[in-house]
């Protein structure tokens, strides 16, 4: 297991490097001049001259990318155009709200896809499955967004069980607290689930059926275990893989994904403090988000691989 996980976060680490280049290099580098674009056309030569040098456009790039990167190692990131503050204390505020919302979420998701998939496949070809299949279909076409409105038109405005929007926060001393945090985040994290659950319910259907065709499982049945107990004991381990796999991207999906629903909702996470930061033109907060993003997209992909290979051992084969 050794070397698998030295190469999995060589990788990590060199997936890393890469994507903060082209981040740089998307934002920095383009033709264009982002402090034009921060003051708009209007702006004169003098404070153009300022604003660049607030950027640290006056600079080569290289000396700029260093930089940037060294902060963020250091923990000293660069100043908000718009808000005055540094990005990584403005970025750990909205992760306050994002975090739970795309944990929340995974956790719906992972529990209705698994138990409507392999109830699916138990009933292979019968009423059950392609009832699940149906919803699972529609599931699918449905943007979360306008399911969102449905939800708050349902639960919010008909029968007046939770707020519209907005979040009061995790502190009670800031007039929030636990329990109303969490119901803030209730229907927001429903209506991420519903598209991702319904993806991922399709996966563990079909995994638990190639894992029941195999010998191993009619060896299990041929020796007195029920159906259900070799479906426990033999079957969902083996079908976890593909599950684990498919179910790594759709949590990074889900926490880029909240940029719009946090929109719908009022939330304030990383998806509004991204709009806010396109509508102020402080493209400091978009590169740094950006980042985020990404890394946390890898970083997702190396514990599933690392979960992956814990479950099957012949994928950490020297």
């Given at each position: 297991m050794g070397p698998f996980l030295l190469r999995r976060l060589a990788t990590f680490v060199a997936t890393l490097l890469v994507a903060s280049v082209v981040v740089f290099a998307v934002l920095e580098l383009l033709p264009g001049n982002a402090a034009q674009v921060i003051l708009g056309d209007s702006a004169t030569p003098e404070s153009l001259a300022a604003m660049e040098a607030q950027l640290g456009l006056d600079r080569p790039p290289f000396e700029r990318y260093a930089q940037w990167v060294g902060g963020w190692l250091g923990g000293t990131t660069a100043q908000s155009i718009s808000y005055g503050v540094p990005t990584a204390e403005l970025i750990t505020q909205r992760l306050e709200v994002t975090l739970p919302l795309a944990l929340m979420a995974m956790a719906i998701t992972v529990v209705v896809a698994l138990v409507l998939g392999v109830y699916a496949a138990s009933r292979h070809n019968q009423l059950g499955d392609v009832g699940v299949m149906a919803a699972s279909?529609?599931?699918?076409?449905?943007?979360?967004?306008?399911?969102?409105?449905?939800?708050?038109?349902?639960f919010a405005v008909q029968l007046?069980?939770?707020?519209?929007?907005?979040?009061?926060?995790?502190?009670?001393?800031?007039?929030?607290?636990?329990?109303?945090?969490?119901q803030a985040l209730i229907l927001p994290a429903i209506a991420?689930?519903?598209?991702?659950?319904?993806?991922?319910?399709r996966v563990p259907r079909s995994a638990v059926l190639d894992v029941l065709r195999e010998d191993f499982v009619r060896t299990a049945r041929a020796?007195?275990?029920t159906r259900g107990q070799a479906l426990r004991r033999h079957v969902l381990r083996n079908a976890m893989i593909p599950v684990l796999t498919v179910g790594g991207l759709q949590f990074a999906n889900l926490v880029t994904g909240t940029i719009v629903v946090e929109n719908v909702f009022v939330l304030p996470g990383i998806g509004r403090l991204v709009f806010q930061a396109i509508a102020n033109r402080d493209l400091v907060v978009v590169r740094d988000v950006v980042m985020l993003l990404a890394a946390v997209v890898v970083l997702v992909n190396l514990v599933v691989d690392v979960l992956v290979a814990w479950i099957d051992p012949r994928l950490r084969a020297d």
């Open positions: 279909q529609l599931g699918i076409a449905i943007p979360n967004f306008w399911f969102a409105i449905l939800l708050i038109l349902l007046q069980w939770v707020n519209a929007g907005g979040f009061p926060g995790w502190r009670e001393h800031d007039g929030g607290g636990f329990w109303p945090a969490l991420l689930a519903v598209v991702q659950a319904a993806i991922l319910a020796k007195g275990l």
